[in-house]
């Protein structure tokens, strides 16, 4: 069975349905992304990975079943989520912030290292440490969710368009850093991006979402190299 | 002038009444956005746990504990079974909630231990050393007992992990479990501190007015009132409100409109700030990029 596994994925937000069966699968280790246009139901996915929504269908990680478990222990399994809008907890400092995105651990040595290693990744971050979050830049604040998200240690990164509002060289070297961060640590990523072509560059499996179903699926070189997803998606 | 001086410091001994419940007026408010209108009724009802418990036989120290540890879990136990429930529903169903609370604590005590009054004893000594006149140990005491209990909170909330994972589910729920946060036992929690916030208020404030089931009625409006000034998002803010509102209601009761009027002044107060001063004196205007 895959790292994470799932199965005819159903989800609802009141009588609206927005995901009608999707499955997909993604290994240890691997990156999978999942494009698709606007209001397919990419952050839908992501959302019902980590019980943030109504669902329907199997959802298992590393094993055992997630689906229907509280949001905060799907999280304590160490799936860290990169929400669409970013979720600062504006009210308190950067720092704080990654602390919190530490809340379950309890190795708090580690912890620190961490902290520091998110630091090295965004020196920006370190500058406004004292700083109240909600007065951080857009782009500031994409890398602060970014790297609460890195605070869980996490074993699988739900990672929804991290290069929103970000200046393109700094996205340039934050996939870098996703890239160090898979490769180095082994943290299992799915990734939503509107970015088609950096996301399938990073990716080694990509799925095509239209309207709450899955189209295509393949390596990220397949769909790539597809003349539908070419027009649409890669605009070349 | 001294007559000024003697009603300003007997402001304050009333104002730390007044900051005792604001304050855990206060905590409830950030947790959960309103205002706890049993907020009062919980106190005098704790008290009347700690009255139980000396009439009993317990010593006063160990009876305020108990007494601390029971509203506690009180709160808790009231946030879980009562208001987990109704967690999504309409802001007009949480404010019937807490009048039917407020009528249960009142008639449950009045049951219980009936409408009469009763003695309720002080901690500290009778008389003042020095033999100052102006002001009574009791009062001097109640200052001391909210000065702790503002540097505890302030020291849990800037310095705890919980602490800290408590502001976050208040302010960002969604964020807050993403990050492995339970916010409903968050929630719970912000109860239980109210609730035993407010036991101390109750057990402080039981021996000057002493003790009946309707003995916080006037308090709890100028409780209101201090954290409305206050601002309602900061415990300092809080009682510095509770302690100014005791100051400016034994000033003005003294100068300018005598005690009829002092109760309708409380609300004056309030309407004034929240027209002026919607976030009070310290309260945070949360500064956020949209
Ligand atoms: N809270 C909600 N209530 C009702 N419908 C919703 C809600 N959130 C999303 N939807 C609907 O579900 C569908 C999928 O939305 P979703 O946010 O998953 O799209 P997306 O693929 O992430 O789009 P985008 O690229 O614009 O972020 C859309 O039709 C949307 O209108
Ligand atoms: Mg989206």
């Known amino acids: 069975m895959a790292f994470l596994e799932v199965a005819n994925l159903e989800a609802f937000y009141g009588p609206i349905q927005a995901l009608h069966g999707i499955s997909f699968s993604l290994e240890q280790g691997g990156i999978t992304t999942i494009l698709g246009a606007n209001g397919a139901g990419k952050t839908t996915t992501l959302r019902s990975i980590c019980g943030m929504v109504k669902t329907g269908g ?12 509280a949001t905060e ?159 649409s998606y890669l605009g070349y | 002038m001294d007559l000024f001086l003697q009603q300003t410091l007997s402001g304050l001994a009333t104002g730390a009444i007044y900051a005792c419940i604001a304050l855990s007026v206060v905590m409830i408010y950030q947790a959960i956005d309103h205002f706890n209108f049993a907020q009062g009724e919980m106190a005098m009802f704790s008290a009347f746990i700690t ?29 879980r079974i009562v208001f987990a429930p109704i967690h999504n529903a309409p802001i007009l169903s949480h404010i019937v909630v807490f009048i039917a609370l407020f009528q249960i604590f009142n008639a449950t005590a009045g049951f219980i231990w009936e409408f009469t009054i009763k003695e309720f004893p002080s901690p500290f000594p009778d008389k003042m050393p020095l033999d100052i006149r102006m002001i009574g140990a009791h009062e001097v005491g109640i200052v001391g007992v909210t000065l702790i209990m503002l540097a505890l909170i302030y020291l849990f909330f800037r310095f705890t992990p919980i602490g800290l994972a408590m502001r976050a589910a208040a302010a960002a729920p969604d964020s807050a479990r993403l990050v ?41 409006l100028y409780g209101f009132a201090g954290a409305v000034v206050g601002g309602l998002t900061s415990p ?25 009027l002092k109760l309708t ?12 001063k919607p976030s009070g004196l310290l309260g945070r205007v949360v500064v956020q990029r949209v």
């Open chain 1, 58 to 69: 199997e959802i298992s990680f590393d094993g055992e079943s997630i689906a229907g478990k």
């Open chain 1, 73 to 231: 222990a799907i999280v304590r399994h160490g799936v860290a989520h990169v929400p669409e809008g970013r979720g600062t907890f504006v009210r308190v400092t950067t720092e704080e912030n990654l602390k919190l995105g530490a809340f379950s651990r309890r190795d708090s040595k580690a912890v620190q290292q961490d902290m520091e290693r998110v630091y090295g990744y965004f020196p920006r971050l370190k500058e406004r440490r004292n700083q109240q979050a909600g007065t951080l830049s857009g782009g500031e604040q994409q890398m602060l969710a970014v790297g609460r998200a890195l605070m869980l240690h996490p074993r699988l990164m739900l990672l929804d368009e991290p290069s929103f509002g970000l200046a393109p060289l700094i996205v340039q070297e934050l996939f870098g850093i996703l890239r160090t961060i898979n490769k180095d640590e082994g943290v299992s990523m799915l990734l939503v991006e509107q970015n088609a072509s950096l996301a399938l560059e990073l990716a080694d499996h990509a799925y095509l979402l239209e309207t709450g179903r899955v189209v295509m699926s393949g390596t990220a070189d397949e769909i790539s190299a597809d003349e539908s997803v070419r027009e």
């Open chain 2, 51 to 79: 009255w139980q418990l000396i009439d009993w036989g317990a010593n006063y120290w160990v009876a305020f504990f108990v007494c601390i540890v029971v509203s506690f879990i009180g709160g808790m136990a009231i946030e």
């Open chain 2, 180 to 220: 492995g946060i339970n916010v409903g036992w968050m929630l719970a929690l912000g109860w239980g501190l109210a609730a035993a916030i407010g036991a101390v208020a109750g057990m402080m404030i039981a021996p000057i007015v002493f003790l009946e089931p309707n003995m916080m009625l006037g308090i709890l």
């Open chain 2, 236 to 260: 300092l803010g809080a009682v510095l409100g509770g302690f100014l509102m005791g100051v400016l209601e034994n000033l003005a009761g003294t100068y300018i409109i005598g005690s009829e």
């Open chain 2, 265 to 276: 002044f409380a609300l004056v107060v309030i309407v004034t700030i929240l027209i002026f």
